[in-house]
């Protein structure tokens, strides 16, 4: 079954780096695209970028470029989401999700960043 | 800014039928669009209904469907039931980024 598991909730302070984590199982992680969804609380869903291990190729939404960053590590099919200083904003469920041929099918079950001072 | 827009909010009865749509503010929603519909129910992750349009995962319920019309791409719920209940949400295809609509909370009497 074509899993995606999510790294746990954290818990941050303004100014502090993270990055969370989203690997992939039971299909081939570098012949799919996996994206990154945030949804900030009682909000909507916001596409933020996505990333084809295969290559390393990586686009980013203009909301979301220069943000964050997106990277994968194909040795251990795990793609990443990670922020160098974090702001009370970035609060929110971020959610990985698989893509391919115009299609997103598979998401993680979302990792909770609550960012406080 | 590229902004896609949807129904805040629509009501239906149980067992009745409801067209939730989905648009561009670039002009017609097209088939390179890739429209894309979710369901998302409180405290869970979204869930993949239609892609390109028109077509269904294997989990999609028949009662759901996804077509273009009138320049919009539209989700069709028929004999709709109380899991139905959900928010909704398209994404659309802008040549290298995707963007969410604002989603629509289906509401089922």
């Known amino acids: 079954e074509v899993q995606l598991v999510q790294s746990g909730a954290e818990v941050k302070k303004p100014g502090e780096s993270l990055k969370i984590s989203c690997k992939g199982s039971e299909f081939s992680f570098t012949t799919y695209w996996i994206g990154w969804v945030r949804q900030m609380p009682g909000k909507g869903l916001e596409w933020m970028g996505i990333?084809?291990?295969?290559?390393?190729?990586?686009r980013y939404s203009p909301s979301f470029q220069g943000q964050v960053t997106i990277s994968a590590d194909t040795s251990i099919n795990t793609a990443y989401l990670q922020w160098s200083t974090l702001k009370a904003s970035d609060t929110a469920v971020y959610y990985c999700?698989?893509?391919?041929?115009?299609?997103?099918?598979?998401w993680g079950q979302g990792t909770l960043i609550t960012v406080s001072s | 800014q590229t902004v896609v827009t949807q129904e805040p909010s629509l009501t239906v009865s149980s067992g009745g039928t409801v067209t939730l749509t989905c648009a561009s503010s670039t002009g017609a929603v097209t088939s390179g669009y890739y429209p894309n519909w979710f369901q998302q129910k409180p405290g869970q992750a979204p869930r993949a209904l239609i892609y390109?349009?028109?077509n269904k995962h294997s989990w999609t319920p028949a009662r759901f469907s996804g077509s273009l019309l009138g320049g919009k791409a539209v989700l069709t719920l028929s004999d709709v039931q109380p899991e139905d209940e959900a928010e909704y949400y398209c994404?659309?295809?802008?040549?290298?980024?995707?963007?969410f609509g604002g989603g629509t909370k289906l509401i089922v009497l």
């Open positions: 390109s349009s028109t």
């Open positions: 999700v698989r893509h391919h041929s115009g299609t997103y099918d598979y």
């Open positions: 990333i084809y291990p295969g290559d390393s190729d990586t």
């Open positions: 994404l659309l295809y802008y040549g290298g980024a995707w963007v």
